[in-house]
């Protein structure tokens, strides 16, 4: 109570300010926000990162992006009260936010202060808020309330809107998996490593190591002998785990300047109760060192790498919707959207190494069932492969 109390004077404090320092059309107007008359947004008490994560900054939003599950925003000074809120992030790089998350739990706890909370994506994403393909930076939230008719309104129903930008700080890399997940370790053993946020907008590399803790004993790191940023959704790293490496199991990690991606084996303090371990999605990602037997060739594509890896919705010039998909893709094969077949499939940046493409455009009826599970079926006997896909249209 005592914080709340507090919070409350803060803000009747700023919103005096805020109106007495902006001229009154501005005063009277919610539909063109400036950065006067934008409320103040922070974060709850505490926000749980991943170890070596940057920490949220204190009364700040800088750093959410990486928080773990749900988090909890306190918005003072509105110029109105909102029924709705969302927050939308820039999911391409092009400086423009377009992928939007609304809030759950609106709260009007009074007239200067409202609560509401960015909740964790499950099923796909039960540890994070955020979509793989927002990498942070500036984002922009949007305040809505929607009044119907009635006696007390004799304008008839109407809606009020004010979006305002918002700093989400910078995600640290995202590891989804790693393939293969075990292997011969008296030989060198190639991993390809799917995640996202590997590159920042412009292509500045957001990896600069990449590396495996021991399981069962966190002072033994192996560094990756190389590796290379194939795309944001994609490394392929060189391990020399070493024949001493045998029956040991390692957690794998890409750490860069933003941070270190999450793996956890124990969740830290003021983590949300019920927030997963391992990475975002609720998965540990590992390697197990085996006998020769079980061994891969460190030369060669590993066997059981799926083909779907990544996927990304962007907006061309002209409007149109196009969803791009990274793995390794042949011609004559299919895919399906939530089961829907796309209009038009185009394979791109064909290898002859491997006789595969790396990326797949989709256009044509994406929009209609996205988010939704993606299926990719060979030409030939394979299995299908499939990939949860969270981007969603915007308008």
């Known amino acids: 109570m005592k914080r709340l109390a507090v919070r409350t004077t803060v803000a009747i ?11 009154a059309a501005v005063r009277i107007s919610a539909s063109s926000a400036s950065s006067l008359d ?28 990486n928080a773990l599950c749900d988090v909890k925003l306190e918005i003072v000074g509105c110029l109105f009260s909102p029924t709705a809120i969302s927050v939308a992030c820039d999911a391409n790089g092009d400086g423009l936010p377009e992928l939007s998350i609304p809030l759950k739990d609106v709260t009007i706890v009074n007239r200067f202060l409202v609560e509401a909370t960015l909740p964790a994506l499950a099923p796909q994403l039960p540890g994070s808020a955020f979509p793989l393909a927002c990498c942070g930076g500036i984002a922009s939230i ?4 929607t009044v119907g008719s009635g006696d007390d309104n004799v304008f008839g129903p109407f809606t009020q809107s004010q979006t305002c930008p918002i700093d989400l700080g910078i995600r640290a890399p995202v590891v989804i998996s790693a393939t293969p997940s075990g292997g011969d370790c008296a030989v060198g053993q190639n991993l390809v490593i799917p995640g996202s946020c590997f590159l920042l907008a412009g292509g500045k590399p957001n990896v ?35 024949p001493a490496s045998e029956g040991k199991t390692f957690l794998i990690f890409a750490s860069g300047p933003n941070g270190t991606s999450r793996n956890l084996s124990a969740l830290p303090a003021q983590a949300p109760q019920g927030c997963p371990l391992g990475n975002e999605q609720g998965v540990k990602v590992t390697f197990t060192c085996k006998g020769g037997a079980g061994g891969s060739d460190p030369g060669g594509t590993p066997a059981d790498i799926s083909d779907l890896l990544s996927c990304r919705l962007e907006r ?18 299919s895919v399906s959207i939530g089961g829907v077949a796309p209009k038009k499939i185009k394979l791109k940046n064909f290898d002859p190494v491997t006789n595969r493409f790396s990326r797949m455009t989709l256009k044509g009826r994406v929009c209609g069932s996205l988010p939704a599970s993606i299926v990719y079926f060979p030409p030939d006997s394979r299995p299908a492969s499939t990939l949860q896909c969270l981007e969603r249209c915007t308008n």
């Open 208 to 242: 600069t190591s990449v590396f495996a803790v021991e399981q069962n004993n966190p002072g033994h790191v192996i560094q990756s002998s190389r590796f290379i940023i194939l795309n944001t959704n994609l490394i392929d790293a060189l391990f020399d785990f070493g």
């Open 316 to 333: 061309n010039s002209s409007g149109v919707f196009i969803l791009t998909l990274t793995g390794r893709f042949q011609e004559g094969a």
């Open 38 to 65: 934008c409320p103040v947004i922070l974060t709850g008490p505490s926000v749980a990162v991943a170890p070596n994560q940057p920490a949220v900054e204190p009364q700040s939003t800088v750093g959410i992006i």
């Open 142 to 145: 949007t305040l809505t309330r």
């Open 13 to 23: 404090v700023l919103v005096q300010f805020v109106f007495s320092q902006a001229p």
